[in-house]
């Protein structure tokens, strides 16, 4: 694979007042360490190290640190500080590796395709993983994991034991963990409004009571009137009302 370059100088001071001096110089605090040898305090030139990330954009890489005196280590990238407020680089942790040893790595992930359950059946595609850890030699390690989604569906999922083989490269994650998966799109509860239409019978076939006032308002031959006039045989309406006199007997 590519190997990038990235000059370094030692460093003598450290601590937070060393730091906030070689930042206002344009350089950014580092370490450098791994299995063969102690940590080594270097400075790198902020502006060549943002270059450098413009050019990895994202991928793994090998960078090759050049020293003034000529002296060079194959590292990675193990960790970058920034400033939370700012974003500017605070620190980077480098981590040495030999070409014939294998090193453990995070590697991120590139989806491939475009899935079935998104094309034909309205799903959504989600990445769980979006780095996984691999262990392989430094000539073997990839730029980026492609995992391709084109035969998805709607409720299926990509594991790790899924996914391509890359020669030289060792899954190192638990193989039932989720990479990529298609889900369903979240129902939209659409709220019915019915609103009453006058005249209208309600469903269980039960007439409205009419207003008070109604029955007096209506007119002899009125359907209203006759809407409003008591059941025959009512109890209640063939009553009199209190303090009304008796109707006389009929004649016979």
Do not use: W
Request: with cysteine; hydrophobic share 40%.
């Amino acid at each position: 694979m590519k190997k990038y370059q990235l000059t370094v100088t030692s460093r003598e001071g450290t601590g937070r007042s060393a730091s906030r001096r070689l930042r206002k110089a344009q350089q950014i605090p580092a370490i450098l360490y791994g299995k063969h040898t102690k940590p080594e305090n270097l400075a790198v030139n902020a502006p060549e190290f943002v270059k450098l990330l413009k050019d990895i954009s994202g991928r793994s890489a090998l960078i090759e640190l050049k020293r003034d005196a000529g002296a060079t280590a194959l590292s990675f990238l193990q960790e970058v500080q920034r400033d939370p407020i700012t974003d500017k680089y605070l620190h980077l942790d480098l981590q040495e590796v030999k070409e014939n040893e294998k090193m453990i790595i995070n590697v991120a992930i590139r989806v491939v395709g475009e899935a079935y359950g998104v094309k034909t059946e309205g799903g959504i595609l989600e990445t769980a993983s979006h780095r996984l850890r691999i262990r392989c030699l430094p000539k073997d390690l990839p730029d980026l994991i492609e995992v391709n989604v084109a035969e998805l569906k709607v409720g299926e999922t990509i594991h790790v034991s899924e996914l391509k083989p890359i020669a030289g490269v060792e899954f190192l994650d638990d193989k039932n963990q989720t990479v990529v998966l298609c889900v369903e799109p979240p129902a939209e509860e659409v709220a019915a409004v019915v609103a009453p239409v006058e005249g209208a019978v309600p469903a269980d076939g039960t007439a409205a009571a009419p207003a008070a006032g109604d029955a007096a308002a209506a007119k002899p031959g009125d359907p209203k009137a006759a809407a409003a006039a008591p059941a025959k045989g009512d109890a209640k309406a063939a009553a009199p009302a209190a303090g009304a006199k008796p109707a006389a007997p009929a004649k016979k």
